[in-house]
């Protein structure tokens, strides 16, 4: 078959041909009552040739050498065909085989031609072997045996015909399948995005945030490591939206993102908690640690000039923190984040433009 590789072929060409190697030695002797040395010579040779062809078959690309490997197969085949002919006037039933082994190597497509060639095969052959042992040649005989070769080359060639299709309407079935399987894959991938993300700043909202802190307490616990977190506040951020409006709000939490995005690492997780609300947690890190980052972050946000449309001067904002870490300030998930809250909480009423911890 023509979509079957090349060296699958072969491997079961490879099979077919035992059949021959050993059998037609075994059925000569038990036909013509004597033993071919010239037989058990050539099945000797085609034992080994037959092992080479099975153990390199992936590694040599027998695609190349298909006519080479034809017309071995043919060589050997007649010869067959010409031991049996003094008793029978030739087996024509070894141009079957022959015929669907190349089959099975050329492909449905050059069927029709093997069928042809393998009729004429056997037709020159019984003439130059009716000549060669002087037998009387039975023209009735001969036709016959070259209309059943004929119409078994025609009904092989239907059943080749239908398996191909058959594997084609196959293929085709599992390539709409796995079609429709990346395709739900990429579905799925898209809502869980959906599900996971905000659709302004582009970050994880809340319900990703519970997830991945259980996540991260999970793994603090097993590797003894501290894990922290910083709330973040935007101050004053609703008198900023009654002054500027709301699409210049939008525009001060995108370019406060991209402030946080700058000062943390890309392992450390960035969240937008709700409103103006930020939630980073980072990973393997102290409270010292998280402090400075945190600290970092603020000063950051008080220096940017917000770019706010229909606004000539210049505008800026700042931020408040609350700062924990974990184990040392909560000893679960959910009083870490609370703990945070706390410690914001009086950033927030200590002035603001600050960052706080609890220790």
Known sequence: ?????????????????????????????????????????????????????????????????????????????????????????????????????????????????IVLINILLYLCTSVVGFVYHKITLSPELLLIQLTFTACFGILSSFIFKRTYQQQLEKEELIAELQSAYQQLCIYNAQVEELANTDPLTGLYNYRFFTQRLDKEIDLSKRFNRPLSLIIIDIDHFKDFNDTYGHPSGDIALKEVTLIFKNNIRDKDV??????????????????????????RIRISVEQHCLNVPDTANSVNITISGGVACFPIDANNGEQLLRIADEVLYTAKHKGRNKIHRRR
Request: aromatic fraction near 20%; include cysteine.
């Open 1 to 113: 078959m023509e979509n079957l590789n090349s060296g699958a072929n072969e491997l079961f060409i490879c099979k077919a041909r035992w059949l021959t190697i050993f059998g037609f030695p075994v059925l000569f002797w038990l036909y013509s009552g004597r033993i071919s040395t010239g037989l058990l010579f050539v099945s000797v040779i085609f034992i080994f040739y037959n092992y080479l062809i099975s153990f390199y078959h992936e590694k040599l690309s027998l695609n190349r050498y298909s006519l080479f490997l034809s017309i071995i197969d043919s060589l050997y085949l007649i010869y067959i065909f010409t031991l049996t002919f003094n008793e029978s006037g030739g087996l024509p039933q070894v141009f079957y085989f022959l015929m669907l082994v190349m089959g099975i190597r050329h492909g449905i497509s050059k069927y029709p031609l």
């Open 270 to 295: 960035l969240c937008r908690y709700g409103g103006e609300e930020f939630l980073i947690l980072l990973p393997s890190t102290g409270i010292e640690e998280a402090y400075t980052c945190a600290e």
